[in-house]
């Protein structure tokens, strides 16, 4: 039988775009006790290589909704491959696919991404990102 009197909360982010994870995307993390009462950041992370924030912040007692925004515009933006060409790494790859439009990076369709859900007390809940520049999917994991 559990005692956890909070709830508790991890994401990880795969860009859909490239088939692999968002490295360094900054993920601020809220919480409030109910619907009418005001948002609280409790902090902030960047993904790692493999996409995943593992140092979230631990939730208050009370909380009974979280919000997870994800600042997505500098990743589409930042992603390079070392190379110096001046083109992104998400760009060179949109150029090898024969659908994808050559520009794909123009610009951050969905420069952040804010995702609010309710959360039961004692529970875990793993919410992972699937993002690409024009569309996101968001789906409660385990």
Same mark, same amino acid.
């Given at each position: 039988m559990?005692?956890?009197t909070t709830a508790s909360v991890?994401? &990880?982010i795969l860009d859909t775009s490239v088939g692999r994870p968002a490295e360094s995307v900054v993920v601020s993390l809220s919480a409030r006790g109910g619907g009418r009462e005001p948002w609280v950041v409790l902090g902030r992370s960047a993904t790692d290589a493999d996409g995943r924030c593992k140092d979230l912040p631990a939730l208050p007692e009370g909380?009974? &909704?979280v919000r997870l925004d994800f600042e997505t515009e500098a990743y589409f933006h930042g992603r390079t491959d070392g190379r110096t060409?001046?083109?992104t790494h998400s760009q060179?790859?949109?150029e090898a696919q024969q659908d994808a439009p050559a520009l794909r990076d123009s610009g951050a369709f969905?420069?952040?991404v804010a995702i609010?859900?309710?959360v039961t007390p004692g529970e875990h809940f793993h919410v992972p990102l699937l993002l690409n520049p024009f569309g996101y999917s968001v789906y409660r994991g385990s």
């Amino acid at each position: 039988m559990s005692t956890q009197t909070t709830a508790s909360v991890s994401t &990880h982010i795969l860009d859909t775009s490239v088939g692999r994870p968002a490295e360094s995307v900054v993920v601020s993390l809220s919480a409030r006790g109910g619907g009418r009462e005001p948002w609280v950041v409790l902090g902030r992370s960047a993904t790692d290589a493999d996409g995943r924030c593992k140092d979230l912040p631990a939730l208050p007692e009370g909380t009974t &909704h979280v919000r997870l925004d994800f600042e997505t515009e500098a990743y589409f933006h930042g992603r390079t491959d070392g190379r110096t060409d001046g083109r992104t790494h998400s760009q060179k790859q949109a150029e090898a696919q024969q659908d994808a439009p050559a520009l794909r990076d123009s610009g951050a369709f969905f420069p952040e991404v804010a995702i609010t859900f309710a959360v039961t007390p004692g529970e875990h809940f793993h919410v992972p990102l699937l993002l690409n520049p024009f569309g996101y999917s968001v789906y409660r994991g385990s």
